[in-house]
């Protein structure tokens, strides 16, 4: 729903400052940083390979990381945070945000990032900033189960929107999601890797409208089409 | 995205049996039940209150459990499927479904009951047959978070999903998502509990309409919208 991983939006943020300077970097990172600040934070950065990766998928890793080498492409990195929440900027976005502050929330994981290695979602995410687009290697593992046998739709529209907020994040900074729209076309079979392509259609004031396809890793299958809504926060609510 | 846990489906077409005769029954669910066949099941019921409840979602169920009493309402239960899935006749409704077998597969759990007591998604689905709709009652818990403090989009969506598979089950037994298109009004706080409205709007051949809101306990807040277009699946593809 909302680009949320700390370290995956500060490399964004970073990337917009180094390429568009040190003055649009101040004017839009300020509120942002304060947003997502968390009091404890898990810095290891989970879009790496480990030992549950499939041959699939350590091959695409590698390969993307070949074209990061001339900077075209970016590799976004992604944390894990279990943070206790109590940045009172949030809040300024929504008008009766209704913020829990209780025992749950100081064991709160990142949806995508809570399950052990192999088990649950295991994905990298690249990003083109010039073409607008990103490109999301996804291992759906076996918890993400909904038929017997293939991954629960709820799980795909999850990478979905994971994608499109990286995608979307890439021209609109802190960003959320406003509408989802699925084609289911075939279903994806459990443990197998699928590529997201996602793609920045357009841009019109602080509405990002973005798209993506699910397909094979031979491309061959095309599982999924989607587009997405996202709109930008606007910071200066949360610096009032 | 499939509307998947057997103890679910079979509750649903009982009732149908039930309501439109042994008949329908013995032509409807013989390839259903195949369908749906496990090796291994576990059939503990997990839409049931555990002391992760909160008191909001105490309250509701009692509520919806009372509507149950004159036969309006039926209360669907809910299990957590470990099987090893061996079933062939799935395969046939899908061209090359690319089945994996593997350790992966010996782990697989249903998505949105694999988690701890509430730690993810705690709900329970009330069925209304006559009016052809169905409320979720839902507490996202802790390792659902997106933005901190708020549920990850994914996790709404996936709950939207289930909810939508119950409601068009009612009237199509084995069923399969084709669409969903979600709008997010506004976050959902963590650890909070939402009501799912989910109604069958209108059913065209094999293609059932659904749509639904996701509202507050005192349903002031307005979360999401959603609409979901479902696929009966052809009874007489599975016993080819």
Request: glycine fraction near 8%.
């Amino acid at each position: 729903m909302l680009r949320s991983c700390t370290a995956g939006l500060r490399s964004l943020w970073a990337l917009r400052g180094r390429r568009e300077g040190a003055a649009r970097l101040s004017a839009d990172l300020q509120p942002a940083r304060r947003l997502f600040s968390t009091e404890k934070a898990v810095h290891k950065d989970w879009a790496l390979p480990n030992p549950s990766w499939s041959k699939d998928l350590k091959l695409l890793f590698d390969q993307f990381m070949k074209k990061c080498e001339d900077g075209s492409w970016e590799r976004l990195p992604s944390c894990k945070h279990t943070c206790t929440y109590k940045s009172e900027d949030f809040k300024t976005y929504f008008l009766d945000p209704q913020l829990v502050e209780g025992e749950g929330l100081s064991q709160a994981q990142l949806f995508t990032r809570g399950f052990e290695d192999g088990l649950g979602f295991e994905y990298v995410i690249f990003n083109n900033n010039d073409e607008k687009r990103t490109v999301c290697l996804f291992q759906g593992g076996p918890y993400l189960q909904g038929i017997p046998g293939f991954l629960h739709g709820g799980a795909i529209a999850t990478m979905i929107d994971v994608a499109f907020g990286s995608c979307a994040a890439i021209s609109g900074g802190a960003v959320m999601t406003a509408n989802l729209n699925i084609n289911f076309k075939r279903p994806v079979p459990l443990c197998s890797v699928v590529v997201i392509h996602s793609q920045l259609d357009k841009l019109e004031g602080r509405k990002l409208f973005v798209s993506c396809n699910v397909r094979s890793v031979d491309e061959k299958t095309l599982y999924s089409e989607a587009t997405g809504l996202f709109i930008k926060l606007d910071p200066k609510k949360s610096s009032t």
